[in-house]
């Protein structure tokens, strides 16, 4: 379950590694589906899930996978659903170091917010959001340079090893995985329209961060200048 580009670059390393047997895809919305070149050419089933109803629960369950695997997708899995499958089976792929910045947008957020260090942290779902028990986590550091191109690029080639090391992990017999149960800020979804800059202060540092934050391929920084909006790309 994912978002195109996350799953395009994981499957650059994943179609060549036979431990691994994909036996279908299901995207965020349906104008994704079939734009990947190297998932047409090995025939994986594609498709799109608007509502979590009995028909898609019997339509996942055929599969009969041992895991399924989610990476930026952009829906929640209700409990029904969670609750038809066994335990450790269902796996959230986050683009933070849980328990901080859970919800969406969260590369965008951590630029905005400064941050230094980062991260991808694996973890078991269940009905809250990005809660489930953490099974294991990457960091990286955040550089001054990095922007939100840079940083998708830091987070999404470290996929594939993630989920190497997370099955590996599971697999392990008495193995304490962490709680990620503590209540901290969930982060709602960047939109169009919300790129003005509109701080409670106005710093060289918080408006560098912004603008590193929207770039490429995001909607850009835009600043209001005499009630006119200026993009910023640089």
Same mark, same amino acid.
């Given at each position: 379950f994912g978002k195109r580009e996350w799953?395009?670059? #994981?499957?650059? *390393?994943? &179609? %060549?590694?036979?431990?691994?047997?994909?036996?279908?895809i299901c995207f965020n919305n349906k104008n994704e589906i079939n734009k &990947?070149?190297?998932?047409?050419?090995?025939?994986?089933? $594609?498709? =799109? &899930? +608007?509502?979590?109803d009995k028909k898609n629960l019997k339509k996942i369950k055929q599969f009969n996978c041992d895991y399924l695997i989610s990476v930026s997708y952009l829906k929640k899995f209700p409990i029904q659903f969670i609750n038809n499958f066994k335990n450790n089976s269902l796996i959230n792929i986050h683009s933070? #170091? !849980?328990?901080? %910045?859970?919800?969406?947008s969260i590369l965008n957020w951590q630029l905005?917010?400064?941050? *230094?260090?980062?991260?991808? =942290?694996?973890h078991f779902i269940n009905e809250k959001i990005d809660s489930g028990k953490?099974? %294991? $986590?990457?960091?990286?550091? +955040?550089s @001054?340079?990095?922007?939100? !191109?840079? #940083?998708? @690029? *830091?987070?999404s080639s470290s996929v594939y090893k993630l989920l190497k090391l997370t099955l590996k992990t599971i697999e392990k017999k008495k193995f304490s995985f962490k709680n990620n149960s503590k209540i901290t800020k969930c982060y709602? *979804?960047?939109? %169009?329209?919300?790129?003005?800059?509109?701080?409670n202060k106005i710093t060289f540092s918080n408006l560098y961060n912004f603008i590193r934050a929207l770039k490429y391929p995001g909607p850009f920084? =835009?600043? !209001?200048?005499?009630?006119?909006?200026?993009?910023?790309?640089?």
């Open positions: 799953i395009s670059v #994981l499957f650059e *390393k994943l &179609i %060549y590694d036979k431990k691994f047997n994909i036996s279908f &990947i070149e190297m998932i047409n050419n090995l025939n994986i089933p $594609q498709f =799109t &899930i +608007i509502e979590f933070s #170091l !849980l328990p901080k %910045y859970k919800g969406r905005i917010n400064g941050e *230094k260090v980062s991260g991808l =942290t694996s953490i099974i %294991y $986590q990457i960091k990286y550091l +955040i @001054i340079n990095d922007d939100y !191109l840079s #940083l998708f @690029i *830091k987070s709602r *979804k960047r939109i %169009y329209g919300d790129e003005i800059f509109v701080p920084a =835009t600043i !209001l200048i005499k009630r006119r909006k200026y993009r910023i790309y640089s």
